[in-house]
């Protein structure tokens, strides 16, 4: 997490407003899911892995670890089709056969998740979370209620791991056992309820400050760190959108 957090921060594609990263990913998104074409897919694939790692400097190894899950998913997408067969006509005219048909239409799907999560690593390690929120709510009039409720789940991730490895410290202390680098399964199960009443506790002591800050008082708000739009946004989401045009039609 902290080597994200590192490379979210020195991204070059910060300096743009997050919802024009939002808006290009989504329409990247919307193409990769309602496209058939396996070369579409991979053209995405490839086009975003090589932003990632020459844009934006994320190391090949973290790429192949967050790629991990995606690659998963598709292979359930494989399997899947090799079980219950389904002819597609990218398949048949791949494979030209019903065996293979069945193969080739598990590899398109599979294609279709990998450039979905492509897409979404993308935005993930190139856009600050507190930004895209403030976006969200001074532009799109997204609820400020919720926003701010994500504001401090945000906040909370990082204290609850911290306190996760005080409470594994303070038991390996008492128990006279090293810590594990990985939590097995009935230490994870003794966590949850401390873990559980630090989150309550947490949520309570900030319901307490937002009421006491006059938080929905009054309809009027006053917003600080709201990113702007600049010239770099319109360059973004025009050349984005030229790639993606030949892509779609080639």
């Known amino acids: 997490m902290t080597v994200a957090q590192d490379i979210s921060k020195a991204s070059p594609l910060r300096r743009l407003n997050p919802l024009t990263l939002f808006a290009v990913c989504l329409a990247y998104l919307a193409a990769a899911a309602t496209s058939f074409d396996a070369g579409f897919q991979i053209s995405v694939v490839v086009l975003v892995a090589a932003v990632l790692l020459a844009v934006q400097r994320v190391p090949p190894l973290l790429l192949l670890v967050l790629m991990v899950p995606f690659v998963l998913f598709g292979m359930g997408f494989i399997t899947t089709n090799l079980l219950f067969r389904r002819d597609s006509d990218f398949a048949v005219h791949l494979a030209g056969s019903e065996s293979g048909a069945a193969l080739s239409a598990g590899l398109t799907l599979s294609l279709r998740a990998l450039a979905c999560g492509a897409v979404s690593i993308l935005f993930a390690l ?19 209620r919720l926003g701010y409720a994500l504001f401090v789940a945000m906040q909370l991730v990082p204290d609850l791991l911290a306190e996760a490895a005080h409470l594994r410290m303070a038991r390996a202390i008492r128990t006279g056992r090293p810590v594990g680098r990985v939590p097995g399964p009935s230490e994870m199960a003794g966590l949850m309820v401390p873990l559980l009443a ?53």
């Open 198 to 250: 630090f989150a309550v506790r947490r949520a309570g002591r900030s319901a307490v400050a937002m009421e006491a800050r006059g938080f929905g008082a009054l309809p009027a708000r006053t917003m600080v760190g709201v990113p702007g739009f600049s010239w770099r946004d319109a360059a973004f989401g025009l050349t984005s959108l030229a790639v993606l045009a030949p892509l779609l039609v080639f």
């Open 126 to 144: 190139s856009v600050d979370p507190g930004a895209f929120v403030r976006a969200l709510i001074a532009y799109l009039r997204f609820p400020a």
